[in-house]
Each structure stands twice: as structure tokens, then as C-alpha cells.
């Protein structure tokens, strides 16, 4: 080593600070060479765990901010109003608003001592108790992205309402739509199915008469002002089955099926060949539609709209669709798993959700929401769901209700407060929360009070005196929408 070499490492040796091991400016013996390296060594692992460290800290806080940053947007559900035009304020409670029935023999037993305005458990609801939650909705969410109805605007029995058909139904569409454009803009979507009151007879649906429906053609109008334009096609194929879809901006499609077609109860029986293996064309119409968003490109989400959900019901546990149905709309489902992000559904009057098959990968489970009709002892109820606006996932619901009677709404729970479920409702989330309460059965109570808010509770089915079900049994319906996966819980449990 030269002096230059030496004035040199003594430079580096000044310029690397006072830890930095004279040693190595002096040569030496290999021991000092050796204690340099591992010095060296440990100089390079101080340094790496400082950018590590603060690496972790810089992506904690990105995430933080971008967690905090996310886009929530909300969207108004209602279900199932059953207005009935000649809800009585006088007339006594009897079940299906028996009361209103056009017959002299039960007329004559039917005042009641007091006046209700705003409905009774066993009646469906007045016009001013659905002016009243549409008022209450209006206030908690001025302007909501959008509103889903599911379905079931009609009360129960409309038959007794007399008049000439379509127009004693369309009328009554008409009046409904007419109160939510009170209350919200027309350029606010509404995606509404049918339900199986909307139809001239309950479940009815003449699927021999192909595209031959005059009600559809007549309801078209009505929502067709509260959506942007139909396709050709959507306009074809709400004339024939009742079923549609409409973009709520490039990323977000809302699909609306009619599921009376599924429905155990539907009438009349479908014996054609070619309509049993798919009525009316519904699931090929739904399987195209989402194929061609799947390769528009765009990244395109979806939400689905209907009015009774695949699986069984939460009252007897009796099968909602036929089961073939059921297992065609689960395969549908799970090969477009990715892009569907949220499914709604009503008709039970209760707030209760169906789960997938884990090894479906489906994102979305089925959230079934309650009803404004307070006709089976549930108090009215609507909801406020939340999403995130890039992903378009569920992330909570909050569910607001009146007491049976009183017209004043308040809120009534937080899904996510109220079971402690901060990460979303995806089906996997679903699935853990539907876990917990088979082992903790006070979670399972709390989820039994809140399925539907009465004063009969567990049961809610009023007017009867059957027991409420069995816990596995309600669990494993909550778990399984199909009969062979059902049974066999119902057997291991799970
Ligand atoms: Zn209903």
C-alpha cells in the first residue's frame, strides 16, 4: 500500500464516521480483516432493517390513507310494500286483511274499537304508512345512487279489489311509482322486480302465452320512467317474461329477474317440454347478458334483483324454487362468480340472507331484505345498503323500522355494529358469521330478534302457534339452497 492509497482509506475512514473500524486503514493481520467483514456485515443488516422498517411504515400508511379514502356509495332497498287501497283503519286485524274482503258475512264482524292509520299486523300496508317510510328514507338518504325494489308492490288478494285486468294491477304500479318520484328525482334508478302479488293471481304466471303478456306491456311505461332507456332486447325481454336489465353507469349493471317462474307455488303448472327446462327463456336471456358483460371489456360489475331467492324459507323451511331451478341458477352464478357483486332479494318479510357453496368461489351471498307490510307481525322495515364504489362489494345495510301502527320511523340496527362484522358481507364473511352462531348461541338469538323485529318473537309467523324451527335446521337453510346439500345437513349438522 502507497502513501497515496493510505491518504486515501484515511479520507474513506473519515468520510465513514467514527464507527467505522480504524483497522481496515492500517492493513494488519487477517483476524482484524475478518472482524471488518463481520462488522461490515452487521452495518449491512442495520441498514437493510431501517429501509425495511420504514418501507412497512410508508405501506402501512398508504393503506391507511387509501382504507380511509374509500368510496362508500349507498343505495335505498325496499321490498315488498303490499299497498292495499282499501286498507280500513277500523276494521279488526283479521289475517290477509279479511277485513277488506268484499263479503257481507265477514264485513259484519270487522270494526274495531280503535282506529289505526298507519297499519295492522295482519293487514298490508296503507298508502300513508309507505308515504311515511318513503319520507323517512328520503330524509336519512337524499339522493341515493339508486334504489332497488324487490319486488311485491301489490297486497295480498288483490283479486278482491274487483275491476277489469291489467288495469286494476297497472293502476296500482302506477300509484307506487308515481310516490317514489315525489320523493326522489325520476333520474334516480329504480330497479324493480315483480313479485308474486304483482300478478293477476297469486304465483301466476302464464308462461304458454309466450310474449303474449298484457300486463307487462302495460307495466312497461311505469318503470321504464324510472330507468334509463331498455335495449331492443331488455324491452323484448320484459314484454315476455318480466325479466331485464339497465346499466347504472360503465361499470355497474343491475340484472332483474322474475323468480315466480321458479317459484314451488307457481301457477299455472308449466307442462310444455322446452318451458320446463327453462321458462319463459330466463336463463339463457341471464346467462347471455352476463357473458356479453363479461366481454364487453370494461370490467363490468353486477347486482342481481329479485323477489323470492333460491333455497328454502325461513317460516317452515319449506323449498322457495323448484330444485332443478335452484341448481341452474347456482351454476350460472358461480361461472360468473367474479363479476357478480351483490344479489337482493325480498318476499319473506324477514331480514335474513343464503349462502354459497365455499368451493363455488361465488363473492355475493343472497341478501333478502324485510317488508314495509306488517302483515306477518314483522314491524315495517327498509334498508340503507352500503357499498364501495370501486370494487361495488356490500359493505353493511342499515335497517330502519316503524312499530306496527305508529308511522315513525327510526333507525333500528347496523348490520356491522350490531353483529360485529366489520369486514363486508361477502358470502365468505357470511359463512364465518353463520359458523359463529351454530357454536354461540346468543349470537344466533340476537340474529333470530332481528330476522323480523316483532313482538312474537323467535317465531315470526303471527296467528300461529307452531314452534319456531329447529336451529340447525334454520342454520343449514341459511347454508344450503340446494335439496341433496340441505338434507344431508340437516343430517351431520354444518
Ligand atoms: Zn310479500
Excluded at 325496499?78 to 279488526?92: G, K
Amino acid at each position: 500500500m502507497d502513501l497515496n492509497q493510505q491518504d486515501n482509506y484515511d479520507l474513506q475512514y473519515k468520510q465513514l464516521g467514527s464507527d467505522t473500524d480504524p483497522a481496515i486503514s492500517t492493513g494488519g493481520e487477517e483476524k482484524t480483516e475478518s472482524s471488518s467483514l463481520c462488522f461490515k456485515t452487521k452495518k449491512f443488516w442495520k441498514i437493510l432493517t431501517a429501509i425495511i422498517i420504514s418501507l412497512t411504515i410508508i405501506i402501512s400508511i398508504t393503506f391507511l390513507l387509501l382504507g380511509s379514502a374509500r368510496s362508500v356509495g349507498k343505495v335505498l332497498h325496499l321490498s315488498d310494500l303490499h299497498y292495499d287501497p282499501i286498507y280500513n283503519s277500523n276494521a279488526l286485524n283479521h289475517r290477509h286483511c279479511a277485513c277488506n274482503f268484499v263479503d257481507e258475512e265477514k264485513k259484519n264482524n270487522c270494526t274495531a274499537p280503535n282506529s289505526v292509520q298507519y297499519g295492522r299486523v295482519g293487514c298490508d300496508a296503507p298508502l300513508s304508512l309507505i308515504e311515511t317510510a318513503l319520507a323517512s328514507a328520503k330524509a336519512n338518504l337524499p339522493n341515493p345512487d339508486f334504489i332497488v325494489l324487490t319486488g311485491d308492490v301489490i297486497r295480498h288478494h288483490s283479486e278482491v279489489l274487483g275491476g277489469s285486468l291489467p288495469g286494476r294491477l297497472v293502476n296500482l304500479f302506477q300509484i307506487i311509482s308515481d310516490l317514489i318520484s315525489t320523493y326522489f328525482t325520476p333520474t334516480i334508478s329504480v330497479g324493480q322486480s315483480f313479485g308474486n302479488d304483482d300478478f293477476q293471481k297469486n304465483y301466476f304466471f302464464n308462461t304458454t302465452e309466450e310474449c303474449n303478456q298484457p300486463l307487462l306491456k302495460a307495466v312497461l311505461p311505469i318503470f321504464q320512467r324510472m330507468i334509463p332507456p331498455l335495449t331492443y332486447a331488455d324491452k323484448n325481454s320484459f314484454h315476455c317474461g318480466g325479466y331485464y336489465s339497465f346499466n347504472i353507469n360503465s361499470k355497474l349493471s343491475i340484472i332483474v329477474l322474475n323468480t315466480i317462474l321458479y317459484s314451488v307455488r307457481h301457477n299455472p303448472i308449466i307442462i310444455t317440454k322446452s318451458n320446463e327446462a327453462d321458462p319463459m327463456g330466463q336463463f339463457k336471456w341471464l346467462e347471455n347478458t352476463l357473458n356479453n358483460l363479461q366481454t364487453s371489456g370494461n370490467g363490468k360489475s353486477v347486482w342481481i334483483v329479485g323477489h323470492i331467492a333460491p333455497g328454502y324459507e325461513s317460516f317452515d323451511m319449506q323449498p322457495m324454487w323448484d330444485n332443478d331451478y335452484t341448481i341452474k341458477y347456482v351454476n350460472i352464478i358461480k361461472k360468473y362468480n367474479k363479476m357478480i357483486k351483490a344479489q337482493f332479494f325480498g318476499h319473506e318479510h324477514l331480514n335474513t340472507f343464503r349462502l354459497f357453496e365455499e368451493d363455488s368461489k361465488i363473492l355475493a351471498p343472497i341478501i333478502i331484505s324485510s317488508s314495509i307490510s306488517p302483515i306477518f307481525c314483522n314491524a315495517p322495515q327498509y334498508r340503507i345498503i352500503e357499498y364501495d364504489t370501486h370494487t361495488f362489494e356490500i359493505l353493511d345495510f342499515i335497517s330502519y323500522r316503524a312499530n306496527v301502527g305508529s308511522g315513525t320511523w327510526t333507525e333500528n340496527f347496523r348490520f356491522s355494529k350490531e353483529f360485529n362484522m366489520y369486514n363486508g358481507l361477502s358470502n365468505y364473511a357470511m359463512k364465518t358469521f353463520t359458523t359463529t352462531m351454530r357454536k354461540d348461541d346468543s349470537l344466533f338469538q340476537k340474529y333470530r330478534i332481528r330476522k323480523a323485529d316483532n313482538v312474537e318473537m323467535p317465531y315470526p309467523k303471527c296467528g300461529t302457534s307452531m314452534p319456531p324451527p329447529a336451529k340447525n335446521k334454520e342454520l343449514c337453510a341459511i347454508e344450503h339452497l340446494e335439496r341433496g346439500k340441505y338434507e344431508k345437513c340437516l343430517l351431520v349438522g354444518g
